[in-house]
């Protein structure tokens, strides 16, 4: 089992950054692959980002590549989602999640998730 806590998240301006963080319980941590996914109001949740086990392998969504970056301390039990050159339409609820196995971009693989933090981007 793997529980998850995200926080970082609140309001900022557009082309401002913001750090997500998850924390994650369980012995087997490492073994998983972890995702950030997102959803605005009236949209149905989507893929953000990424990353592998090993930390080795990372994906992204062509709407955020080149602006987020995902990693992973194991050590720590954490993963982060850093957000740069954010936009009004990242504004969203953002939610980690886990699997074991490699990344995938579909939401159903994810057995687990954590509650969500708000992502608001002013224009």
């Known amino acids: 089992q793997v529980q998850l806590l995200e926080s970082g998240g609140g309001l900022v301006q557009a082309g401002g950054s913001l750090r997500l963080s998850c924390a994650a319980s369980?012995?087997?941590?490492?073994?998983?692959?972890m995702g950030w996914f997102r959803q605005a109001p009236g949209k149905e949740r989507e893929f953000v980002a990424g990353?592998?086990?090993?930390?080795?392998?990372?994906d992204y969504a062509d709407s955020v590549k080149g602006r987020f970056i995902i990693s992973r301390d194991k050590a720590l039990n954490q993963v982060y989602l850093l957000m740069n050159s954010l936009k009004p339409e990242d504004t969203a609820v953002y939610y980690c999640?886990?699997?074991?196995?490699?990344?995938?971009?579909?939401?159903?693989?994810?057995?687990?998730w954590g509650q969500g933090t708000q992502v608001t981007v002013s224009s």
């Open positions: 999640a886990a699997r074991l196995g490699g990344i995938t971009n579909s939401e159903n693989d994810y057995p687990y």
């Open positions: 990353i592998g086990w090993s930390g080795g392998r990372t």
């Open positions: 369980g012995r087997t941590f490492s073994m998983y692959a």
